[in-house]
């Protein structure tokens, strides 16, 4: 059983940044992350590989950067230009595979989140 674990969440204002972390007990190949905001269904946001391919959600790309150091089984997400529809509870979530996979559903470890809110 893999466990994930996040941190850096927080406040900020639109146009701010936020840096967010994950580290993982174990070896993994593929991590992302994604959000779910109140009333709305969990999105992937980012997600990247092994090999650093990543993908992005069309409403990040060019904002956020999803970055790994493999050997700490730890996976980044570097946020600026942040909007207050950014503003939601940030998961980290991790799967054996090489795609970086954006959809929810195909990851079965998940961290238990972590709040960025964005004021405008």
């Known amino acids: 059983q893999v466990q994930l674990v996040e941190s850096g969440g927080g406040s900020v204002q639109a146009g701010g940044s936020l840096r967010l972390s994950c580290t993982a007990s174990g070896f993994i190949e593929c991590m992302g992350w994604s959000r779910q905001a109140p009333g709305k269904e969990r999105e992937g946001v980012a997600a990247?590989?092994?090999?650093?391919?990543?993908d992005y959600a069309a409403s990040v790309k060019g904002r956020f950067t999803i970055s790994a150091d493999s050997a700490n089984n730890t996976v980044y997400l570097q946020m600026n230009s942040l909007i207050p529809e950014d503003a939601a509870m940030y998961y980290c979530?991790?799967?054996?595979?090489?795609?970086?996979?954006?959809?929810?559903?195909?990851?079965?470890?998940w961290g238990q989140g972590t709040q960025v809110t964005v004021s405008s």
């Open positions: 990247i590989n092994p090999y650093d391919k990543s």
């Open positions: 979530a991790a799967r054996f595979g090489y795609l970086p996979a954006l959809t929810v559903a195909d990851y079965p470890y």
